[in-house]
């Protein structure tokens, strides 16, 4: 077999065990976060510092009875969380994961694909993400359910195009859409998020909206809607759509460190004398601490902010966001334009 | 005129441009719950670890035996009666020829039931017997899975010939001086009360 392939195929499997590994370990994370912050212990009981509570967690989720609505259109109703879960894993293919490899003179780029419109691609399955909660908000046929929904589309929808518009200003500086392109950049140049830090900022809070994380969890407001979109959902079913909301977790966190912060690349990598393999191996572990730190801030805003009424959440969107993003791009380009004479 | 000095103005300025902004607020309150990553909990993680009690605390009931080994209890039934939550229940019946050792008066309790869910633990029941037979222990009830198991028989509260219930922690100086005329003390509230709801009627 081709040796490309073979490390093609290899890579996508430890990237998908990761991400789930990582998504497991999340909820474990999140749980235990949400405890000390709330000056609680959290899961103690499950192996030392509870960590078997993602196993005995996953163990409880299946051992659940299944139920399915007699009204529900039971195709779609089965397809909503696999179709979540999908697009929630197909993000992970055009993240670069460190430097290369290098075996027998060959390197190989930890990357699964670096196809040149990284970006866009990213952009577009998240769009298609909104699918899955849309199909299982109107299969359940049940009104909390639809009312989830409908928040969770129209919000996805509204913070997808000030997601989009901040993305313009930072596509606009680095002149390519290559996810891998832009990281090599960041290790020549200072990272993004010096030169964009206002697009940083809407990138985040809409990170926040798309993976309908507090303070924007209304489609899920277990106190209004009952669960929202998955309020007919049991067993594993309702375990995908919850494990698929730690995996968007994690690859925002991804996408955000390889954006802004620099992706695998860390200050003065090069006058460590390191060469080849070793760097690329601390390079991926400087990525990994990075999205560590923001899946810490994911939780931590989840534990500190209350959740916002829809009108806020659509005011926020539409009138504040997005002007904002729109200004961001203006300046951008002022400032290149200035720069660029200058130097 | 205030009452007190707590009452506070209504604010009904709109919020200035900062404000507006949310973000410092927000960034407060991230400040708030990042302090509590780094405070100690309160949680006392319970079968591993026992939170103290006093030594004088009152928990579960035990009826105790004699030097003899023979039950205190003669089922006069004060304790039923000081009971203020009506936990206690009992029958009595007449001890037979060749039972002294089980039994250390005439009378005695056949059935001496205490409900564990209707007991207050306020120890009454250990201040009105005569006989030095109830007393309360530093022992805590355990839970179970269903309320008839929590109906304390005679097998439950009567303690061990072979490893007795120290009861001497309650003992303290003010109890022994409340004991020191016990008998006198109940007898003379008990007539009391009689003669109080003659003098009524």
Request: net charge positive; charged share 20%.
């Amino acid at each position: 077999m081709d040796p490309i392939l073979l490390y093609k195929i290899i890579l996508c499997v430890v990237v998908f065990a990761v991400s789930l590994g990582i998504a497991a370990y999340m909820t474990w994370g999140e749980r235990k976060l949400a405890a000390i912050l709330q000056d609680r212990v959290g899961p103690n009981r499950a192996g030392p510092f509870g960590l078997l509570q993602p196993i005995a967690d996953g163990i409880k989720m299946f051992m659940k009875e299944e139920m399915i609505p007699g009204a529900s259109n039971r195709f779609l109703f089965i397809l909503a969380p696999c179709f979540f879960m999908l697009t929630a894993c197909m993000t992970g293919v055009v993240i670069p994961w460190g430097g290369g490899i290098t075996i027998d003179g060959v390197t190989y780029p930890m990357q699964i694909t670096d196809i040149n419109i990284g970006l866009l691609y990213l952009l577009g399955v998240v769009s298609i993400g909104v699918y899955g909660i849309m199909i299982g908000g109107w299969a359940s046929n049940n009104k909390y359910s639809l009312m989830g929904a409908l928040r969770a589309s129209s919000q996805m929808i509204s913070y997808e195009v000030a997601m989009g518009l901040a993305l313009i200003a930072l596509v606009m500086m680095t002149g390519t859409l290559s996810l891998g392109e832009i990281a090599r950049q960041q290790d020549e140049g200072l990272a993004y998020v010096v030169y964009q830090p206002l697009g940083f900022l809407i990138f985040i809070i809409c990170a926040f909206a798309e993976t309908n994380r507090a303070p924007f969890d209304l489609p899920e407001s277990e106190s209004e809607l009952v669960g929202g979109y998955h309020t007919e959902y049991s067993s594993m079913k309702l375990g995908f759509f919850l494990f698929a909301e730690y995996i968007n977790m994690f690859i925002s966190s991804a996408v955000m460190a390889t954006l802004y912060f620099g992706g695998y690349n860390f200050p003065f990598q090069h006058e460590l004398g390191l060469e080849g393999n070793t760097l690329s191996i601390i390079q991926t572990v400087v990525l990994f601490a990075k999205i560590l730190i923001f899946i810490f801030i994911f939780m931590w805003v989840r534990w500190t902010l209350p959740r916002f009424r829809y009108d806020q959440l659509m005011n926020l969107g539409w009138k504040v966001l997005l002007p904002l993003a729109l200004a961001n791009i203006f300046f951008t380009g002022i400032g290149m334009y200035l720069f660029g004479k200058l130097g | 005129m205030a009452l007190t000095n707590r009452a506070q103005k209504v604010q009904t300025a709109s919020l200035s441009w900062s404000e507006k902004l949310y973000l410092p607020a927000i960034l407060k309150g991230m400040v708030i719950t990042f302090t509590h990553l780094f405070k100690r909990t309160p949680t006392i993680k319970y079968p591993e670890q026992k939170r103290e009690i006093a030594p004088v605390y009152r928990g579960q009931h035990v009826l105790k035996r004699d030097e003899a080994g023979a039950e205190r209890c003669t089922a006069c039934g004060l304790c039923a009666v000081a009971c203020p939550a009506e936990a206690i229940t009992m029958e009595s019946a007449e001890r037979k020829k060749g039972e002294e050792g089980l039994y250390r008066e005439e009378k005695y309790a056949k059935i001496y039931e205490i409900n564990m869910l209707r007991c207050i633990f306020c120890g009454l029941c250990e201040e009105a017997c005569p006989k030095e037979a109830i007393f309360l222990t530093d022992r805590i009830v355990p839970t179970t899975f269903n309320r008839g198991e929590f109906i304390y028989g005679k097998d439950k509260l009567v303690e061990s010939k072979d490893e007795p219930v120290d009861v001497t922690k309650r003992q303290t100086p003010e109890v022994l001086d409340f004991k020191k005329d016990k008998k006198h003390y109940h007898n003379r509230t008990f007539l009391d009360k009689i003669t109080r709801k003659k003098a009524a009627h």
